[in-house]
């Protein structure tokens, strides 16, 4: 094995780098490149370890004597953090890469290549250890999880990509991500009500898919985005284990006043819900990662929300009958990431005519028009009055005591409110929606806004 510290232009992201050619102390040199497979190449990115002029990092790069038509595949390991491989001729010229901690290649014919390895920045410093094997091309066939293979894309592929069969042997999440250097990849996941497609999630130009699957048969696509890509790729599976702090599974059963962390991955998940007596159910999904949508089922139900709780967060508040229900939680991009889900379940007030502060009421919009109610102040102060509905876009109005207010979604989503200071007396309150369109249930608080 030879280790080789010499000048050498790559191009990353568009950007010359050049390797300078400082040579690291006590280095010696082998009179042969590395031939025999499979390698391991061993070494330490150090201060005194050849720079990269545009960006200051370091590198340091490995002769070997590679086939043509031959696939390889190097994997990196160690403390750098996503190190860059590349290969180039024996003239310097770009093979392949660069690519973060994982390189495959086929060069096209016989000769000596050189290996670099790059350090992620200037400031990054440590040992590394690259793996060096041969590969064969599996362009279809059976794969259960574990499986980390290489394929090739051909020259007009049918249907758009290479096809595999993924058998499920044990129920939960998997992860499947699709690699390459040379085309955008497209990854599909299709069988047992599964229909999922990616295109970036992998980072850059790959793919990565995130779905709960049953045991059974399913059907894997590896493709480009565009029907004449053609080149080599990685695809690999494994279970994936939940975050912690988790606790909520497709298909569970909710309780009222518990709250649950779920985690969403690319596909709506389904729970149940019982009540057992008549109330006002609110129901929330709250995540910083997702933009939350609900939906809700169940005896004379049938309501969705997207962002009523505020932001992208969503909340459905109606009142449901005694029964079972079902609650539908997604995102709005079909996105990955962590949510919160909690169903509580209140008494529920009719609104016939007056409301006070402290109390909260349900009323229903039957025609689209505005329903009147009237509200007493006793003491005079700052007060926060509060329509919210999951079925149509909250339009609030209060009258009295000189006083003219309106508001659409100042409550979040589609819901109003007012805050305002109010003198002692009566004040009528319009509770309706945007353009008088909407029909449904409606909440009514008011409460004290100090």
């Known amino acids: 094995m030879r280790i080789t510290h010499r000048a050498i232009a790559l191009p990353l992201a568009g950007v010359a780098i050049l390797l300078s ?34 960006d200051g990092s370091r590198n340091q790069s490995f002769d070997l004597q590679l086939k043509g038509g031959t696939l390889y595949r190097v994997t990196s390991s160690g403390s750098l953090q ?24 086929q060069p096209e ?28 091309a599996v362009n279809g066939g059976e794969l259960e999880a574990g499986a980390d293979i290489l394929g090739q894309l051909q020259p007009k592929t049918s249907s758009g990509g290479n096809r595999y069969t993924f058998k499920v042997s044990e129920s939960g999440p998997y992860e499947i991500v699709l690699r390459s250097g ?15 497609t990616d295109d970036d999630s992998g980072g850059g130009t790959d793919a990565r898919l995130l779905a709960t699957l049953q ?47 779920g985690m969403m991955m690319g596909q709506p998940q389904t729970y149940t819900l019982t009540v057992e007596q008549r109330g006002l159910l609110r129901l929330s999904m709250r995540s910083g990662d997702l933009d939350s949508m609900l939906e809700l089922s ?34 709005y991009s079909n996105g990955e990431g962590m949510f919160t889900l909690q169903a509580e379940l209140g008494e529920a007030q009719m609104l016939e005519g007056n409301i006070a502060p402290g109390e909260s009421r349900i009323g229903r919009l039957t025609s689209g028009g505005p329903v009147t109610s009237v509200l007493t102040i006793s003491e005079p102060g700052h ?51 945007y353009g008088d369109e909407g029909t449904g249930s409606f909440e009514l608080s008011v409460s004290s806004a100090r």
């Not at 050619?21 to 201060?47: H, I, Q, R, W, Y």
């Not at 670099?116 to 060096?132: H, Q, T, V």
């Not at 279970?239 to 909520?248: D, M």
């Not at 992208?312 to 939680?329: F, H, M, N, Q």
């Open 21 to 54: 050619g400082c040579n690291e102390p006590g280095a010696t040199a082998s009179s042969a490149p590395v031939k025999d497979m499979p390698a391991t190449l061993t070494g330490e990115l150090t201060s005194q370890s050849p720079v990269n002029l545009n």
């Open 109 to 136: 014919q016989d000769g000596v290549y050189r290996l670099a390895i790059s350090a992620g920045s200037a400031r990054d410093f440590g040992p590394f250890r690259l793996e060096l094997n041969t590969a064969e």
């Open 215 to 261: 045991e059974g048969s399913y059907q894997l696509i590896a493709g480009g985005i565009d029907s004449a890509d053609e080149g080599v790729y990685s695809l690999s599976i494994k279970a994936w284990e939940l975050p912690e702090g988790v606790n909520l599974a497709d298909g569970a059963e909710l309780t009222l006043g518990e709250e649950y962390t």
């Open 182 to 196: 040379e085309f955008d990849a497209v990854l599909k996941l299709r069988g047992k009500g599964v229909n999922q």
């Open 383 to 433: 007060y926060r009055v509060t329509l919210s509905s999951s079925q149509f876009d909250a339009m609030l109005g209060l009258e009295g005591q000189g006083l003219e207010e309106q508001d659409d979604d100042s409550a979040g989503g589609t819901n109003a409110q007012l805050e305002l200071w109010l003198d002692a007396g009566e004040y009528h309150l319009t509770s309706g929606s």
């Open 298 to 331: 169940g005896p004379g139900t049938n309501v969705s929300d997207d962002d009523s709780g505020g932001g992208v967060d969503a909340l459905i508040s109606t009142v449901v009958e005694p029964g079972t229900y079902r609650i539908k939680a997604n995102s």
């Open 82 to 105: 996503e190190p860059k491989l590349t290969l180039l001729s024996g003239d310097n010229q770009l093979i392949d890469g660069p690519r973060t901690e994982q390189l495959f290649l």
